[in-house]
């Protein structure tokens, strides 16, 4: 099969005149604005595709999500109007390619395997075209970057709408995940938005050619978790090809296998390698666990991480445990503890089961949100201990946690979560961040993240509502330039 998969959006906005019968202007109900997406799917042009905005974020076509039927030439059109008309940049774009579907570069032979392409949410990628092309590198790119969006808890359009103290980490994330998936496959993070077919670039055709059994793999796979985990909030499978190893900055040929699962209080994710035909594991590459609870006013969260070190063939597990305030209407700057160890352990159970050795480093926070309905952050702090602990107390906490309560981490407001502050408070080093939301107009908007380090760097981004962003640095958060970043 030619794989030849894109989407072509084109959006079109207007005002839809609900009335009754006959004209007459006495039963005309007010105007709801609606907004249009057409476009192709093309894999040759396949007829018998469903086109979807998924705006549950949930990859299955549910009732109520504006949908298409793609005719002889992949053509759809969905309408999305009223509260879902904003969707169109905050939901992802899915064609799902079902069996018997016709590809009209092979009409004799319908389709034999379904599978599944997706366009992230346009507010979040790089690109700021107005046609998207849904292509197998989107879907990767997606398969990548929705673990992130649940982690946060965003599992609709309209909670990344709202989540503006979200966006700025989920923004950031999609960019680091875009160059990952760049360097990876040694291509422009712009080609990964282009139509490779009408570029004639053989190189992103042959890179498709090759990611499609995968996607097919992942596709059927992730049905399978979702089914054996019906309670998870978000289950998938997904095999992917590496090309680059960033450590040795050296090109490799090897394909990996990821299972996600995250539920209400529990995440879990685990890689490994596979053979060439994705049908074997050769070894454990990763397996992160992470729990989480909120109860007497604090957030608690305690993960394992048991990773692969080639250079030492062995691995290594690490322990992370964060307790933290939450906001209060009348405490909106919070406190919080991360204590972090690093082991060597053969297998997972064995890390699993560790808790926060004796060798450990502490950090403490402080979060300021600007107030219980937004909670959008404002500003952040973190000091880092890695030779003094400063509260060996508060440590090992998963079996003692339900006897602490948001009071017992008022001991830590002495640190000051002044962005403007320089204080170290005995820690070695330390990093502070401003947060700026600039809403120009409905649709339109600027984020400004500002850190400065007790290194003196200082760096600037700005996330804009297209979704491109700009990033600079600077010696004294006076002066900034692209360049400084460079040096």
Known sequence: MKLKLAVILSLS?????????????????????????????????????????????????????????TDEEGNYRLALSGSNSDCI???????????????ADDPENPIQQAYQLVYPPAITVSSDEEIKFTTPLTTILWNEIQEDIHKTGLNSCKALKEAVNTQNKILQNVKDHENRIANRYNITVESLYGDFIKDENKDLYNLAQKMMPALKKSYEETKIIQQKNPDAQLAYVDYYWDFWDYRTNQPVDKWYRTEAIIKANKVVTIDHQVTDDLSNIIKLIRHVESNNSQHNGIGYTKEAWLSFDESLAEYTCSINETIEQLPEQSAL??????????????DWDNCSNNSVDSNFYQQLTTTTVDGMKEQRTLTQTSFNYNQRVQ??????????????????????????SSFDANTANGADDWWRAKYEYIQHSANDFTQIITEKYSSGVWAKTQYFSNGTNKRECSSDGQSWSVAACKN
């Open 391 to 416: 509260f060996g107390d508060l440590v090992n906490l998963s079996d003692k946690i339900n006897s602490y309560s948001r009071s017992d981490l008022n001991i830590l407001n002495f640190l000051s």
């Open 333 to 346: 700057t919070s406190y919080g503890v991360r204590n972090s160890s690093t082991s060597r352990e053969g």
């Open 13 to 69: 906005t207007g005002l839809v005149a609900c009335g009754g019968g006959g004209g007459s202007s006495d039963n005309t109900k007010p105007a709801t604005q609606t907004k249009v997406i057409e476009g192709v799917a093309i894999d040759g042009y396949i007829k018998g595709a469903t086109v979807f905005s998924d705006l549950n974020y949930n990859g299955k076509f549910d009732a109520g999500e504006p949908s298409s039927i």
């Open 89 to 103: 940049d905050y939901a992802p774009i899915v064609v799902n390619v079902p069996v018997g579907a016709i590809d």
